[in-house]
């Protein structure tokens, strides 16, 4: 039995067998080649196992995002029987008597730089989807593919570090737990595995990995942050046993579904959950939200290989707005940018990527892939109670921007005789020091505030979220953070706006009462933890001091 320690961020835990998780960047190394049928023979057999599994990744794509989003695998399969792009490869094993691989991977290189340097955007962006099917066939090549795809079943998912773009893209059905050597709790990763209500632990070091292989048995306690690696029988007993008592913890909380989110001395505050995608919903009516609080938009972006287009974008919202009924829905434009990175905005390499060109800075610098995203918001608006919500702002001015082109497009649908909702809320995201400080000059622009204590807390105390060494520093009960957080509260309500929370703090339930103290209107969390919230707040009376 061995055990890694590292930091839990999703209190639950899972027994299981280990997978330890392959980039599909594999490297490739060049080997010099004399059977160049025998080398082609393979590069036919690959090419045919990846056209295969598109054929299956399309056919899932199509029941679970639709035709639009769906149809970029149908791409990809045309391309890997692309003539120029076969004829390279060809030639390259022919005349240079190398290996399948390399030639996969040369041509791949070749290939995308010449996309990239063109002018069209459309063509641009092919570079990502030309690396990716020549990543695929030589994951084919040489018999490797992703986690899930090489055991089968579910497992635990053990990796150096997760991008929120690997983490997405992940079969969820199939994951027991995450564990990672490196990675911090604010990170995206993290706060995906909260959404998913899958166990993870960060930071366990990168030693873990040469320790452990493909199909150990382990336990990952996201309780206590370990990682146990075959397990005596005690322990795993003893593990049974506090899973069974978890989901019976679970079960109590169930019988909260349909109760008042009312204090003892009956001060009501709205709980609301925060979601990734339109796959989601189902927890959160399960667990009976009064709403969604935030959706984050960005991982529609993240999922494509390409821009998400308008009709593709619209579909999605109109599906979350039309499952949650008369719920407010609360969509966040995209926050791309800082560890939210997708190839095909081709951003230029920052020093300083969560001080960069990030959120609403991207959307003002692109303006029509905003305009894009605020036309499909608006078209889905009628069918259901649609809020619009702007990241990271930091000035007036941002917000008049935003506002002026929220205006152009609404009379532009008009125009073109396309309906959308007039009460449609806009709001902000209070993450910045700026925007709370001057919160008194924004609150009477907007309908809400929603306090993204993520980030508020990284800027504020000046510690980057996604270092695990700065931990002890980014501390999220900060008196600086709550001073914040109040004083937003305050100009929000003295300007006849509404405030909530849906950064990770808003699901702590030891600041519950303070947050109700000071007036916040919404809490917004992951699905697993509306239910706990409700808990904390029927047991709190605000009379007794
Ligand atoms: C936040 O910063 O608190 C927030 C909710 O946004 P994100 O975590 O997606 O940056
Ligand atoms: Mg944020």
Redesign the pocket.
């Given at each position: 039995m061995t055990e890694f320690t590292g930091k839990g961020v999703y209190g639950a835990a899972a027994i299981g067998r280990i997978s330890v998780f392959r980039r599909q960047d594999i490297a490739v190394k060049r080997v010099r080649i004399t059977d160049t049928e025998k080398e082609l023979a393979r590069l036919e057999a690959a090419k045919e196992k990846a056209v295969a599994q598109l054929g299956e990744i399309y056919e899932k794509a199509l029941k679970e995002v639709g035709e639009a989003n769906a149809q970029i695998f149908e791409i990809h399969m045309m391309m890997v029987e692309d003539e120029d792009y076969n004829d390279a490869i060809t030639e390259m094993i022919q005349g240079q008597n190398v290996n399948a691989e390399y030639a996969v991977a040369a041509t791949a290189d070749n290939f995308a730089e010449m996309f990239s340097s063109m002018d069209d955007s459309y063509m641009q962006a092919r570079a990502a989807d030309v690396k990716d099917i020549s990543n695929r066939i030589i994951a084919c090549l040489t018999d490797s593919g992703t986690a899930q795809q090489s055991t089968g079943g579910k497992v635990i998912i053990c990796a150096d570090d997760l991008a929120p773009s690997e983490t997405v893209s992940l079969d969820k059905e199939n994951v027991l737990a995450f564990v990672t050597a490196h990675g911090s709790s604010?990170s995206?990763t993290a706060?995906l595995a909260r959404n998913m209500n899958i166990p993870a632990i960060i930071g366990v070091g990168e030693a873990f990995l040469q320790q452990i292989s493909d199909g150990d048995t382990a336990i990952a306690d996201g309780f206590a942050g370990k990682l146990i690696v075959h397990p005596d029988a005690d322990t795993l007993a003893e593990y049974e046993q506090k899973m069974q008592q978890e989901a019976e913890k679970r079960r109590l909380l169930q019988s909260l579904r349909g109760k008042e989110n009312v204090t003892l001395d009956g001060t009501k505050i709205n709980i609301y959950a925060?979601i990734g995608s339109a796959d989601n919903i189902g927890e959160v009516l399960l667990n009976d939200a009064g709403g969604i609080g935030?959706f984050?938009s960005?991982f529609l972006y993240l999922e494509s290989t390409d821009y998400p287009t308008e009709d593709a974008q619209f579909q999605v919202y109109k599906r979350v707005l039309e499952s949650m009924g008369c719920k407010k829905v609360i969509i966040?434009t995209l926050?791309i940018g800082a560890d939210?990175q997708a190839d095909y905005f081709h951003l230029a390499k920052e020093e300083n990527p969560a001080l960069g060109l990030r959120a609403v800075r991207l959307c003002l610098t692109r303006q029509e892939v905003f305009r894009t995203q605020l036309r499909a918001l608006y078209r889905a608006s009628v069918y259901g109670r649609l809020g619009i919500m702007f990241?990271m702002i930091t000035s007036v001015w941002e917000l008049e921007e935003i506002l002026a082109l929220c205006n152009a497009v609404k009379a532009e649908l008009k125009a073109e005789g396309l309906e959308y909702a007039e009460d449609t809320e806009l709001g902000i995201?209070i993450?910045t020091p700026a925007a709370a400080v001057i919160s008194d000059l924004l609150a009477p622009m907007v309908d809400f505030f929603?306090?993204?204590?993520?980030?508020?807390?990284?800027y504020t105390l000046a510690c980057d979220?996604q270092n695990p060494h700065l931990e002890r520093f980014c501390d999220p009960h900060h008196e600086a953070i709550l001073r914040l957080i109040a004083m937003a509260a305050k100009n929000a309500h003295a300007n006849g706006a509404w405030i909530g929370i849906?950064?990770?703090?808003a699901a702590d339930t030891s600041l519950t009462e303070a947050f109700l103290r000071m007036g916040i209107d919404e809490l917004s969390v992951s699905p697993s933890f509306v239910l706990r919230v409700r808990d904390a707040v029927r047991k709190i009376d605000l009379n007794q001091q």
């Open positions: 604010n995206h706060i925060n935030l984050r960005e966040r926050d939210k990241p995201m993450e929603s306090v993204g204590t993520n980030d508020l807390t990284q979220r849906c950064g990770e703090l």
